[in-house]
């Protein structure tokens, strides 16, 4: 096959997360990879400066899906001339296989790829719900790969390993995370600092990402309540920061919702209620409907159902996720796709 693969797609964390494992993995086995991400959103934060990257190249593009008149006019006009401009790309660098994360980075670059003839695409759907992007160009893909459909080749998430290497199983509560998603969730952040006083009093410690937006409110809060928590609004390292907890209480986007279950930890969902069809309810509805995780929708949320949790038989739910998730689905994935381009 041609040396060099072309990986698409991002806009926020979860996507992100999913074009790192494949960059990696290609990386790894000495295949050059061009990523083509958005100047809008988190992909340049993520990729600008990556060593791992033949070429990283930011295309000004946005969202489509949420604008209506004039502006979705405009926009779909620029996705088609970034979309010419992804084609000349392939031409010059012969590209055969490029693979999508989704969202609206991704548009441009994958229809290129369904223009270009004897090019491949590959699709990684995150979540339980498919994303309008991949609703429409799925039927153009050579495989999609997804953890919520049974018809999917591989059914893990890929996963990144540290967080298998630093999983454990929980017996007592004695610390709780409270994880917002990539941009942090005020809802999370307000649901914390209410229970926060009752956690203190039961000596239960407190591991709280905010995001970047309500950082200082949050950690101003903790200090207001002389509570020392580990407040933090962004952090690379989130499976040590997943390790040193019992118990989660986190949005439901689809990395973060199976690096926990990679790390054993018990958690209780309270999806984003505006993602796109409700998939963050649904991403998290799959696990509960197996025993392995709590779940409440904003609305619904109490904090006795919260204690209820933490006071329940964690040991039993930590154990059972480790049949869940297997670490080797990026490896998986990247075999097929060689195979397919022999
Ligand atoms: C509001 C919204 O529409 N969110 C979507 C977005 O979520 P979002 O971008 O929040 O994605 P996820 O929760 O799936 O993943 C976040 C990723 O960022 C990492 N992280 C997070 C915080 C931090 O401080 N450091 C860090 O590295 C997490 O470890 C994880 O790998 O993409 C997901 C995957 O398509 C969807 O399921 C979510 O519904």
Partial sequence: MNKTVVVTGGGTGGHLKVADAFIEEFHHRGIDVIFIGS????????????????????????????????????SLGNIFTKTLYCLGLYFKYDIKTVISVGGFSAAAATFASILKMGCKLYIHEQNSRMGKLNQITTKFAAEVFSSFDKKSLVKDYPVEKEFFLTARVRDKVKTVAFFGGSQGAICINDFALKVAPRLNEMGIKIIHQTGKNDFERVSFEYNKLNIKADVFDFSRKIPQKMTK???????????????LCANQLPTFFIPYKHAAADHQYYNAKALLDRGLCFLKREEELNEEYFFEAINSDIHKISIELISSINSNAISLIVDIILKDNK
């Avoid at 600008?48 to 209506?68: M, P, Q």
């Fill in 39 to 74: 100047t809008n959103g988190q992909d340049r934060a993520w990729f600008e400066h990556d060593t791992r990257l033949k070429e990283a190249i930011f295309l000004d593009t946005r969202g489509v899906v949420n604008k209506s008149g004039f502006a979705k006019i405009l």
């Fill in 245 to 259: 907890a019992d118990f989660a209480v986190s949005r439901a986007g689809a990395s973060t919702l199976w690096e």
